[in-house]
C-alpha cells in the first residue's frame, strides 16, 4: 500500500526555522498565531496569498509544503483533462489543435509538476 502524504509541511518548517506560530501569523500579515494553528492541523486550507507567503517564508515551493493537497488538486485537474481530451477537438486549426494535444499530454503525464521555479 502507497504511503499517503501529508496535506501540508507547515509544521515540519516552522519548526526547523525555529520560529512561533506568532512569528509566523506576523509574517503572514495576520493577528493571531491561532490561524497558523488551523492551517499547521489540516483544519483550514490556505488562500493564495497566504500560500505564495508561506512559500517566502519558508523558500519552499508550494508544492512541497503542501504535497497532499497538491496531490488532490493534481489528481482531479488530471481527471478534467483526460475527460476534455475524449471530447476531442474541433475546427481546423491543426497547429492549435496539436499544442492543445501536447498540453493536455503534459498534464497527464505529470511532466509540467516538477518545473524549477525562477527568482
Known amino acids: 500500500m502507497a504511503s499517503q502524504r501529508l496535506l501540508n509541511y507547515l509544521l515540519t518548517y516552522r519548526k526547523r526555522a525555529a520560529l512561533s506560530q506568532e512569528e509566523v ?16 492541523l489540516f483544519a483550514r486550507e490556505p488562500g493564495l496569498q497566504t500560500a505564495l507567503a508561506y512559500e517566502a517564508i519558508f523558500q519552499r515551493p508550494v508544492s512541497e509544503l503542501f504535497p497532499g493537497l497538491y496531490e488532490k488538486i493534481q489528481n482531479a485537474v488530471r481527471a478534467r483533462a ?26 497527464l503525464s505529470g511532466g ?3 518545473q524549477s521555479h525562477q527568482s
Open 25 to 40: 501569523a506576523y509574517l503572514l500579515g495576520s493577528q493571531s498565531g491561532s490561524k497558523v494553528s488551523r492551517y499547521e
Open 112 to 114: 509540467s509538476e516538477k
Open 82 to 107: 483526460k475527460k476534455l481530451e475524449r471530447k476531442g477537438f474541433r475546427g481546423k486549426a491543426s497547429g492549435f489543435n496539436a499544442r492543445k494535444r501536447q498540453a493536455l499530454a503534459a498534464i
